[in-house]
């Protein structure tokens, strides 16, 4: 039996988010896309979301969402998510700001207890792999 090569192509969907920062914030290859660790910073203020960890995950999560719709996906194709917290204790607010994004048909879910983000004020950093068509 002969075997087709793969044809896939890796394609960057979205640079470094910020200068010297030596990462994609989402690559596409094939028919996945693979969206880096994002925190809640706002987008056009380049400041962390005010206010909690729901607010942060909120922002985290929709930064997620801009990367999957320049990829031509969206959260509901999304198979994956991998949450970073700085304390555990927050995952009980964290996860009714997630509920709002994936009410039904949630994606598999790790989520992981760090000590810290390389971002200091970040309490949550969120990164997901989706199916782009």
């Not at 640079?15 to 989402?26: D, E, H, I, K, Y």
């Not at 994606?107 to 969120?126: F, H, M, N, W, Y």
Request: overall charge neutral; charged content about 20%; hydrophobic content about 45%.
């Amino acid at each position: 039996m002969k075997m087709e090569a793969n044809r896939a192509t890796k394609e960057v969907i979205s640079g470094p988010p910020g200068p010297g920062l030596p990462f994609s914030a989402a690559i596409a290859y094939g028919d996945l896309v693979f969206v880096s660790g994002l925190v809640g910073r706002d987008p056009v203020m380049r400041q962390i979301a005010s206010g909690d960890i729901g607010a942060q995950t909120t922002q985290a999560l929709a930064n997620v969402q801009a990367q999957l719709e320049r990829a031509g996906s969206s959260l509901d194709r999304v198979l994956k998510v991998t949450i970073f917290l700085t304390d555990m204790r927050l995952f009980g607010r964290m996860n009714e700001a997630y509920v709002a994004f994936f009410a039904s048909e949630p994606p598999a879910r790790s989520c992981v207890g760090v000590t810290a983000l390389p971002d200091e004020q970040a309490l949550v950093e969120i990164e997901a792999v989706a199916a782009r068509k």
